[in-house]
Structure formats: C-alpha cells, structure tokens
C-alpha cells in the first residue's frame, strides 16, 4: 500500500487523553527524555494560552493500527505536566487556580497533527529528517530517534546497557567487556551529556564491522547522510555471527595489551574510545584478512603495548598524518594498518597525498 498523510489538528486535550489511555504510544527510545528547562515549559504553555501557532506533533500509524508518537514529546509532556499542577505558568500560577474559562480555552487549544502510514523503515527514517529540517540536532540526537532501525538496534544489543519498555535492565552482549575496555558506555538518559556522542562512536564501529567497505558503505564513519545507507539494511544471522566474531577479536586484542600494559588512568581508557585512532585500522584489517587472525592478532597487542610504552612510536606517521584525517575511508585504515607493520623512521616521514584530507584533530593516545 502507498504511504499516506493525513494533517489535522487535535485538540490538547484528546491528545492528553490518548497518551493516557495509551492509544498513542511513546517509542521506547523516548521514555525518559531529556527535559526543557521552566522557563521553556512556561513560555510554552504562556504562547498555547494566547493561542499562538505551535510546531506540528508526528505520529506514525503501524500495520496493527497502533499510533506512535515520532515528534512533541516534550510538547505534549509539558503541557500534560502542567494540568497536573506540575509547574507553574510565568505568573507563578497554577493550573488548579485558573479560572473555568481558562482552562476551558487552554484544553481546548488546537494542535496540528501530521499522522501518516504504510511507510517503510527506510520511509519513516526520511520523513523524520525532512520533519527536523532547520531543527538543531546532532548526529547521535538523529541516531537516537532511529532507535528502530536495525542498525541502532544491534549497535544497542552488542555493546550499550539499556531499559525496554517495561523498565527492565538490558545489558549489551559485549557491554561489560567493552567497559572494562572504554570505561562505561553512556547511553541512558541519566547520562544524557554524553549519550547521544557515545551512541554515535558506537554505531559508526557496528557500522564498519557490519557493512564496512562493502556495496557502497563508507564503513566506519561520523557522517549521517553515509549512514543512512545502512541504517535499515536488515542484518541476518550470518551478519550477526560475522560482527560478533570480529567485536570479540577486537576486545580481546585491548584486553591483552592490558594485560601486558594497563591503563589505569580513566583518560587513557576513555581514549581507546576514540576510532579515529587504532580501533578503526584493526576492524578494517579483520574484515579485510579474516583467515590471518594470528599474525594479527600477535602484530595489533605487540605495537599496542609498545606505543603504551613509548607514545612517541610512530608519531609522524599516524599522530601527525592519518590520525589527523577527518575522513574515514579505507585508505586511512590501510596506511595506518601499513604503518604499523612496517613503521617509518621519524627522519625519514614525509608528507603524502592523505596531508590534503587532514585537518587539526583531536586526537588522542590509544
């Protein structure tokens, strides 16, 4: 069937009613948002209460006929909030306290509504964008709204701790041993400095490790209009055993390179988070030489213990060359995989070509 849309404004309080009979469902990524400040709430209810003109709420209406609430939650929040004496207006105010033809005219403020059906992920992840267009939010925020999508999903199920619908605890498959790795993974909103930045680092390694350098895909990487090519591609049980198997190698190289040399301070265990630096040329080189894991395996601990050591190792030819490029591509995971195996004296570093795809960074030691 073709996607349909439909436009039509409700009134705040059959909205209100809706979300509390739960005929309009909050997706499981929005349970716990992030909350506008009081003076925002009230200058929210202040412009409902003129009657001024307020954004559009999205709602999406699955195949079961269950409507979902893609875009307002903090809109619908506030105002819910606020009839339940939650706040007060800028007056200082209570709802409580209103007179009958205020709350009358307040309740009955209309609220236009975009209620659409029958898309696809692919569908839903593109109405969302066009919906935010001019909004300010960042790549993880948008991460962060494609809860749904297939690729956030695993990125969720192999390395983040997370809450379900039903408020119960969901621990990652390589969460613990990820933490103990890159120190703790942010993702709940009690964490929500940081969540949407931690989100993003995630998904771009799942990224690489599940699609990376294939059909198209730019692998590891930040930009969000090269992972939306990837964001709903299904990933099937081969895929699955295929990323498990590489997240395993990864972790356990770090694990045993601290071993040999740990990291004790929390900087330099947070900075292992940081792809740009080795983690992405080590994913790329178990994609790209699945059967010589051994020699890997022995190459990636051996050099990682030694730059613990010296930080100096190869500075000119990774920390002042590729780990300055901003762009992730699989050349930079080639030089930086060459690199290490056949390391360039100092003396003898030049400039080469991936200079011109350099900008200053912010790099940090692995």
């Given at each position: 069937m073709a996607m349909t849309f439909a436009t039509n404004p409700k009134m705040l309080h059959e909205l209100i009613d809706e979300l509390n009979n739960e005929e309009l469902q909050i997706p499981e990524h929005q349970r716990y948002p992030s909350v506008w400040t009081l003076k925002k709430r009230q200058t929210f209810v202040d412009s409902c209460k003129k009657n001024m003109p307020c954004p559009s709420i999205l709602i999406f209406r699955d195949s079961m006929r269950q409507d979902w609430l893609e875009d307002g939650l903090q809109r619908l929040t506030t105002l819910k909030d606020f009839i339940d004496d939650g706040f007060t207006d800028l007056q200082g105010n209570l709802y409580s306290t209103w007179s009958e033809m205020e709350k009358h005219r307040f309740v009955h403020f209309t609220v236009p509504t975009v209620l659409y059906r029958n898309a696809s992920e692919e569908e839903r992840v593109e109405i969302f964008d066009r919906f935010q267009n001019g909004s300010p939010l960042k790549v993880g925020e948008r991460l962060h709204a494609h809860s749904h999508t297939s690729l956030v999903k695993f990125t969720k199920e192999?390395?983040?701790?997370?809450?379900?619908?039903?408020?119960?605890?969901?621990?990652?498959?390589?969460?613990?041993?990820?933490?103990?790795?890159?120190?703790?993974i942010k993702c709940n909103d009690e964490d929500k400095p940081?969540?949407?930045?931690?989100?993003?680092?995630?998904?771009?390694?799942?990224n690489g490790i599940v699609h990376g350098w294939t059909g198209g895909s730019m692998g590891i990487t930040?930009?969000?209009?090269?992972?939306?090519?990837?964001?709903?591609?299904n990933i099937d049980s081969t895929m699955r055993e295929n990323a498990e198997r590489i997240l395993d190698k990864l972790l356990t190289i770090y694990e045993e390179a601290s071993e040999q040399k740990p990291l004790k301070p929390k900087k330099f265990k947070t900075a292992q988070k940081a792809i740009g630096n080795f983690s992405g040329a080590i994913v790329w080189s178990l994609k790209t030489m699945p059967y010589d894991w051994e020699r890997l395996h022995t190459m990636w601990v051996d050099f990682i213990v030694s730059y613990r050591n010296d930080s100096t190792l190869l500075i000119t030819?990774?920390?002042?060359?590729?780990?300055?490029?901003?762009?992730?591509?699989?050349?930079?995971?080639?030089?930086?995989?060459?690199?290490?195996?056949?390391?360039?004296?100092?003396?003898?570093?030049?400039?080469?070509?991936y200079d011109s795809a350099c900008e200053e960074s912010d790099y940090e030691d692995d």
């Open positions: 192999m390395l983040m701790k997370t809450t379900n619908s039903s408020g119960e605890e969901v621990v990652g498959t390589f969460y613990e041993r990820a933490k103990n790795v890159w120190g703790i940081k969540r949407y930045d931690e989100l993003l680092n995630c998904v771009a390694l799942i930040k930009n969000y209009d090269d992972l939306k090519k990837t964001l709903t591609l030819t990774i920390k002042n060359g590729v780990a300055k490029c901003r762009n992730w591509t699989a050349e930079r995971w080639e030089k930086t995989y060459n690199d290490v195996l056949n390391p360039v004296p100092p003396a003898s570093t030049t400039s080469s070509h």
